[in-house]
């Protein structure tokens, strides 16, 4: 059955980032008459190998991450071509079926991999006109995002793009868009010049092991300031995080804290919070610049998300915490020095709050939609 679309963009649930760059843009093309598919092309061809290997990934980063940064440095010298894995997979079949199916004029990839399946597929399966890449990585990309085929890369700062540019196999754009958050939050306006940090509002994506979590709250509610509330997103970890939660919630009477779990009102949590903590994923980081808020990163997943709070810290709007029970005591020492109040005027200047659109709009040019 052939369900044409004008884009086709092709993602993976490897972390959130590719889903929510995937999710952004995808809104954006709609939103200026684009017809467009979003699919995971692991879910397409094996949704119970790909559910482990996402699995597998989330207990590396999670538990293991010397072994995954061990991975992922090996991994730069590999042959990216060689995808003998994917007998136990099936990705590349599954792309040649999407495209079969939908018979996109273009496609997009926000996962790296892709790229090396479309220079393998048969003859016989329809092109499309274009294929671009919307690098969800920042200053440390990796360079299996560089070596495939592709018409156009789009980065997130200019950072990014001399590292993409000094990487690529092959001469093509390279394309300063901003990370595609969500339309939300181009809607929005500047935020005020000042917090109030007698009131100070800090909000916490918890996602990290449940240890890790337990020592930031700790840390957290030990050291505020009196007056401050904390927020704790726990989005789909609310089992396994909860009860630690409601532990040291229970400990430290005296802080307002709010739980919140699964939610799709993150743009407005962002705006309406004076600093973020958060492990230092794409799109979350990225999130937080479109939001203008600064960020306290306190769990780095070695390799792809260094990058991210790397550019962070070149830019003044944030920094990291080296261990979990020290970002309370961080923070209250830069509400009270300053430091927070410097990094809010510098997110100030910072704000990429239409990395979707940008892409959406140079999708749609060059098509001539």
Known sequence: MVETRTVLICTAGFGEGHNSAARSLAGALRA??????????????????????????RQLINYQPGLWRWFYERARTADFRALWWDRFVGVGGALARRLEMHRPRAVVFTYP??????EQLGGDVPRPEAVWMAVTDSITIHPVWLQGKVDRLYVTDEYSRAVALAGLAERVPVEVSGFPVAAAFAGFGARADEADLGELKV????????????????????????????????????????????????AFPRVQVEVIGWTDEVPRLLMEHDVVISKAGGATVHECFAAGVPVVVNYIIPG??????????????????????????????????????????????????????????????????
Not at 221 to 250: D, I, Q, S
Not at 344 to 367: E, F, S, V
């Open 113 to 118: 991999i892709y790229p090396y399946f479309m």
């Open 203 to 250: 909000l916490y994506f918890a996602t990290t092991a449940s240890g890790h979590v337990g020592r930031t709250l700790r840390g957290l509610l030990e050291h505020l300031p009196v007056g401050a509330r904390l927020t704790v997103v726990l989005g789909r970890h609310g089992g396994r995080l909860g009860p630690v939660v409601a532990e040291w919630r229970e």
């Open 32 to 57: 200026v008459g684009v017809a467009v598919a979003v699919v995971d092309l692991f879910e397409d061809a094996a949704p119970v190998t790909g559910a482990f290997y996402k699995w597998f990934y």
């Open 304 to 369: 792809q998300e260094e990058g991210n709070v790397e550019l962070l810290e070149k830019l003044g709007c944030g920094l990291r915490s080296l261990a979990a029970e020290e970002t309370g005591p961080l923070l209250a020492a830069m509400a009270a020095g300053g430091g927070l109040q410097a990094m809010r005027r510098a997110m100030a200047g910072q704000r990429r709050p239409d990395g979707a659109w940008r892409i959406a709009q140079d999708i749609r040019q060059a098509l001539g939609c």
